[in-house]
């Protein structure tokens, strides 16, 4: 099993920045594939980023180039650095591990086997 607690959401203006932390516990991490996926009021939950324990990263292209996922193994967290951000980015933010080290259909939220609770992102215009 493995648990994932996230932080770092809020409320921020339009161009600013928030980093959000997705802090993993209960078996080992390093190898893990992770991801973030986001969920917006009425929407489905959508694929934002993904990184593999070697650290290749993949990016929704609604956020490539604003945002930056990234992990440090040594403290099992996984990070998602948001930057220029616009009111369309307003969304709760969820941290998703796979027990798979595997990359394959990394946008698909089926593909993930473990979820946090989500933190609320919210931009205002």
């Known amino acids: 099993q493995v648990q994932l607690v996230e932080s770092g959401g809020g409320l921020v203006q339009a161009g600013g920045s928030l980093r959000l932390s997705c802090a993993a516990s209960?078996?080992?991490?390093?190898?893990?594939?992770m991801g973030w996926f986001r969920q917006a009021p009425g929407k489905e939950r959508e694929f934002v980023a993904a990184i593999s324990w070697t650290s290749s990263t993949y990016y929704a292209d609604s956020v490539k180039g604003r945002f930056t996922i990234s992990r440090d193994n040594a403290k099992n967290t996984v990070y998602l650095q948001m930057n220029s951000l616009k009111p369309e980015d307003t969304a709760v933010y969820y941290c998703?591990?796979?027990?798979?080290?595997?990359?394959?259909?990394?946008?698909?939220?089926?593909?993930?086997?473990?979820w946090g609770q989500g933190t609320q992102v919210t931009v205002s215009s």
């Open positions: 998703a591990a796979r027990d798979s080290s595997l990359s394959g259909s990394y946008y698909s939220s089926s593909r993930y086997d473990y």
């Open positions: 209960g078996r080992t991490f390093s190898r893990q594939f």
